[in-house]
Protein backbone atom coordinates (compact mmCIF):
# COMPACT_ATOMS: atom_id res chain seq x y z
CA UNK A 1 0.00 0.00 0.00
CA UNK A 2 2.62 2.45 1.03
CA UNK A 3 4.91 1.90 -2.12
CA UNK A 4 1.52 2.56 -4.65
CA UNK A 5 0.53 5.27 -2.25
CA UNK A 6 3.52 6.99 -3.19
CA UNK A 7 3.71 6.26 -6.91
CA UNK A 8 0.00 7.46 -6.97
CA UNK A 9 1.43 10.86 -5.34
CA UNK A 10 4.06 11.30 -7.03
CA UNK A 11 2.16 11.02 -10.52
CA UNK A 12 -0.24 13.58 -9.24
CA UNK A 13 2.74 15.58 -8.69
CA UNK A 14 4.42 15.10 -11.95
CA UNK A 15 1.60 15.25 -14.55
CA UNK A 16 2.24 18.47 -14.13
CA UNK A 17 5.87 18.24 -15.64
CA UNK A 18 5.55 21.42 -17.84
CA UNK A 19 4.73 23.76 -15.10
CA UNK A 20 7.28 22.20 -13.18
CA UNK A 21 10.75 21.67 -15.12
CA UNK A 22 13.31 23.54 -15.40
CA UNK A 23 14.39 22.47 -19.03
CA UNK A 24 14.20 20.05 -21.60
CA UNK A 25 17.39 17.87 -22.80
CA UNK A 26 17.92 16.17 -26.35
CA UNK A 27 19.56 13.49 -28.05
CA UNK A 28 20.04 13.45 -31.57
CA UNK A 29 20.62 10.55 -33.98
CA UNK A 30 19.78 7.84 -30.89
CA UNK A 31 18.02 5.72 -33.73
CA UNK A 32 20.07 4.21 -36.44
CA UNK A 33 17.61 4.55 -39.44
CA UNK A 34 17.33 7.87 -38.70
CA UNK A 35 20.54 8.60 -38.81
CA UNK A 36 20.85 7.02 -42.00
CA UNK A 37 18.09 9.14 -43.66
CA UNK A 38 19.16 12.47 -43.15
CA UNK A 39 22.87 11.22 -44.55
CA UNK A 40 24.24 11.66 -40.71
CA UNK A 41 27.60 9.14 -39.19
CA UNK A 42 26.56 7.00 -36.03
CA UNK A 43 27.16 8.90 -32.76
CA UNK A 44 30.17 7.16 -30.51
CA UNK A 45 28.84 8.48 -27.45
CA UNK A 46 25.19 10.97 -27.05
CA UNK A 47 24.41 13.98 -29.25
CA UNK A 48 23.25 16.43 -27.12
CA UNK A 49 21.08 19.41 -27.08
CA UNK A 50 18.55 21.06 -25.68
CA UNK A 51 15.00 23.28 -25.64
CA UNK A 52 13.85 25.61 -23.50
CA UNK A 53 10.75 24.97 -21.22
CA UNK A 54 8.95 28.13 -23.47
CA UNK A 55 9.03 25.49 -26.64
CA UNK A 56 6.26 23.52 -24.62
CA UNK A 57 2.72 22.82 -26.02
CA UNK A 58 -0.11 20.56 -24.41
CA UNK A 59 -2.32 18.29 -26.33
CA UNK A 60 -4.91 20.02 -28.52
CA UNK A 61 -2.36 22.66 -29.01
CA UNK A 62 -1.20 24.26 -32.02
CA UNK A 63 2.19 23.88 -33.80
CA UNK A 64 3.08 27.40 -35.30
CA UNK A 65 4.63 27.45 -38.63
CA UNK A 66 7.44 30.11 -38.37
CA UNK A 67 7.96 32.56 -41.03
CA UNK A 68 11.99 32.03 -40.95
CA UNK A 69 11.61 28.35 -42.62
CA UNK A 70 10.41 26.36 -45.73
CA UNK A 71 10.57 23.14 -44.32
CA UNK A 72 8.84 22.26 -40.99
CA UNK A 73 9.53 18.73 -39.95
CA UNK A 74 7.91 16.37 -37.23
CA UNK A 75 10.51 14.33 -34.79
CA UNK A 76 7.87 12.09 -32.46
CA UNK A 77 9.95 11.11 -29.73
CA UNK A 78 9.92 9.12 -26.10
CA UNK A 79 10.26 11.74 -23.03
CA UNK A 80 11.89 10.96 -19.47
CA UNK A 81 10.26 12.70 -16.94
CA UNK A 82 12.50 12.98 -14.12
CA UNK A 83 11.10 12.43 -10.83
CA UNK A 84 14.27 13.56 -8.21
CA UNK A 85 17.34 15.75 -8.16
CA UNK A 86 19.67 13.65 -10.30
CA UNK A 87 23.72 14.12 -10.73
CA UNK A 88 26.19 11.81 -10.98
CA UNK A 89 24.08 8.59 -11.07
CA UNK A 90 24.92 5.17 -12.51
CA UNK A 91 22.80 3.42 -15.47
CA UNK A 92 21.73 0.61 -12.96
CA UNK A 93 20.37 3.12 -10.32
CA UNK A 94 18.68 5.53 -13.53
CA UNK A 95 15.41 4.50 -13.74
CA UNK A 96 14.72 4.68 -9.50
CA UNK A 97 14.83 8.99 -10.51
CA UNK A 98 12.16 8.02 -13.35
CA UNK A 99 8.79 9.48 -12.86
CA UNK A 100 7.14 8.73 -16.02
CA UNK A 101 7.42 9.07 -19.71
CA UNK A 102 5.40 11.29 -22.32
CA UNK A 103 5.59 10.75 -25.95
CA UNK A 104 6.53 13.86 -27.40
CA UNK A 105 7.59 15.85 -30.86
CA UNK A 106 10.55 17.49 -31.32
CA UNK A 107 9.66 20.13 -34.19
CA UNK A 108 12.45 21.24 -36.83
CA UNK A 109 13.39 23.72 -39.13
CA UNK A 110 15.23 21.37 -41.26
CA UNK A 111 16.58 23.33 -43.85
CA UNK A 112 17.82 25.33 -41.21
CA UNK A 113 19.53 22.92 -39.67
CA UNK A 114 20.95 21.48 -42.31
CA UNK A 115 22.56 25.53 -43.07
CA UNK A 116 23.72 25.39 -39.24
CA UNK A 117 25.43 21.84 -39.87
CA UNK A 118 27.28 23.14 -42.97
CA UNK A 119 28.47 26.14 -41.33
CA UNK A 120 29.38 24.58 -37.79
CA UNK A 121 26.94 26.68 -35.79
CA UNK A 122 24.07 25.24 -33.21
CA UNK A 123 21.00 24.35 -34.00
CA UNK A 124 18.68 26.74 -32.05
CA UNK A 125 17.48 28.36 -34.49
CA UNK A 126 16.21 25.12 -36.21
CA UNK A 127 15.06 23.51 -32.88
CA UNK A 128 14.02 25.91 -30.10
CA UNK A 129 11.17 28.40 -31.02
CA UNK A 130 8.31 28.57 -29.28
CA UNK A 131 6.10 25.35 -29.69
CA UNK A 132 8.66 23.32 -30.78
CA UNK A 133 8.36 20.56 -28.05
CA UNK A 134 4.75 19.33 -28.37
CA UNK A 135 4.35 16.35 -25.05
CA UNK A 136 1.42 14.27 -24.79
CA UNK A 137 -0.39 13.70 -21.24
CA UNK A 138 1.99 12.40 -18.21
CA UNK A 139 2.42 8.27 -18.34
CA UNK A 140 3.28 7.07 -14.92
CA UNK A 141 6.40 4.73 -15.08
CA UNK A 142 5.06 1.69 -13.73
CA UNK A 143 3.07 1.70 -17.21
CA UNK A 144 5.91 1.42 -19.57
CA UNK A 145 8.80 -0.83 -20.47
CA UNK A 146 11.50 1.76 -21.16
CA UNK A 147 13.56 -0.77 -22.82
CA UNK A 148 10.93 -2.14 -25.12
CA UNK A 149 8.26 1.20 -26.11
CA UNK A 150 6.32 1.52 -29.09
CA UNK A 151 5.69 5.01 -30.10
CA UNK A 152 4.23 6.50 -33.46
CA UNK A 153 3.35 9.59 -35.44
CA UNK A 154 0.57 10.17 -37.89
CA UNK A 155 -0.04 13.39 -40.32
CA UNK A 156 -4.06 13.63 -41.11
CA UNK A 157 -4.45 10.44 -39.59
CA UNK A 158 -1.60 8.60 -41.71
CA UNK A 159 0.72 6.61 -40.65
CA UNK A 160 4.17 8.80 -40.89
CA UNK A 161 6.70 7.17 -37.97
CA UNK A 162 6.80 3.77 -35.81
CA UNK A 163 9.32 2.97 -33.17
CA UNK A 164 10.71 1.12 -30.59
CA UNK A 165 12.75 2.21 -27.55
CA UNK A 166 14.80 -1.24 -28.10
CA UNK A 167 16.22 0.47 -31.27
CA UNK A 168 17.79 2.89 -29.56
CA UNK A 169 21.47 3.32 -29.68
CA UNK A 170 22.09 4.40 -26.49
CA UNK A 171 19.42 2.82 -23.92
CA UNK A 172 17.37 5.43 -21.40
CA UNK A 173 19.59 4.24 -18.48
CA UNK A 174 22.47 5.12 -20.24
CA UNK A 175 21.60 8.73 -21.44
CA UNK A 176 20.44 9.20 -17.60
CA UNK A 177 23.85 7.66 -16.65
CA UNK A 178 25.34 9.96 -19.30
CA UNK A 179 23.77 13.57 -19.18
CA UNK A 180 23.57 13.54 -15.34
CA UNK A 181 27.56 13.06 -15.29
CA UNK A 182 27.43 16.85 -16.77
CA UNK A 183 24.04 18.44 -16.90
CA UNK A 184 22.38 17.91 -13.12
CA UNK A 185 18.64 17.04 -13.71
CA UNK A 186 15.62 18.17 -11.49
CA UNK A 187 12.36 16.88 -10.87
CA UNK A 188 9.67 17.65 -13.81
CA UNK A 189 12.81 17.95 -16.26
CA UNK A 190 12.17 15.65 -19.61
CA UNK A 191 14.33 13.89 -21.58
CA UNK A 192 13.50 13.21 -25.63
CA UNK A 193 15.37 9.99 -26.34
CA UNK A 194 15.64 10.62 -30.12
CA UNK A 195 13.24 10.02 -33.12
CA UNK A 196 12.99 7.16 -35.01
CA UNK A 197 13.23 6.99 -38.70
CA UNK A 198 10.18 8.43 -41.21
CA UNK A 199 10.85 12.36 -40.23
CA UNK A 200 9.14 14.12 -42.56
CA UNK A 201 7.34 17.89 -43.33
CA UNK A 202 4.64 19.45 -41.57
CA UNK A 203 2.04 21.77 -43.69
CA UNK A 204 -0.20 24.66 -42.12
CA UNK A 205 -3.56 22.89 -41.60
CA UNK A 206 -2.42 19.61 -40.78
CA UNK A 207 -3.47 17.34 -37.80
CA UNK A 208 -0.63 15.49 -36.29
CA UNK A 209 -1.43 12.84 -33.90
CA UNK A 210 1.35 11.09 -31.59
CA UNK A 211 0.68 8.00 -29.40
CA UNK A 212 2.27 5.23 -27.57
CA UNK A 213 -0.11 2.60 -28.42
CA UNK A 214 -3.21 1.34 -26.30
CA UNK A 215 -1.38 4.09 -23.37
CA UNK A 216 -1.44 7.14 -24.50
CA UNK A 217 -2.25 9.63 -27.24
CA UNK A 218 -2.41 13.47 -28.26
CA UNK A 219 -2.62 15.70 -30.77
CA UNK A 220 -1.70 18.91 -32.54
CA UNK A 221 -2.57 21.30 -35.25
CA UNK A 222 -0.47 23.24 -37.46
CA UNK A 223 -0.85 26.71 -38.01
Given at each position: ????????????????????????????????????????????????????????????????????????????????????????????????????????????????????????????????????????????????????????????????????????????????????????LLPGDLILTGTPEGVGPLQVGDKVTVAIPGISEASFYVK
Amino acid sequence: YFIQSNLSEMASKMKDFVELGSKIICVGRNYAKHAKELGNSLPETPLIFSKPTTSYVKDGGSILYPSITNMLHHEVELGVIMSKVTSRITANAALDNVAGYAVCIDVTCRDIQEDCKNDGIPWTMAKSLDSFCPVGPFVSSHLIDPSNTEITLKVNDILKQQGNSRDMIFSIPYLIEYISAHITLLPGDLILTGTPEGVGPLQVGDKVTVAIPGISEASFYVK
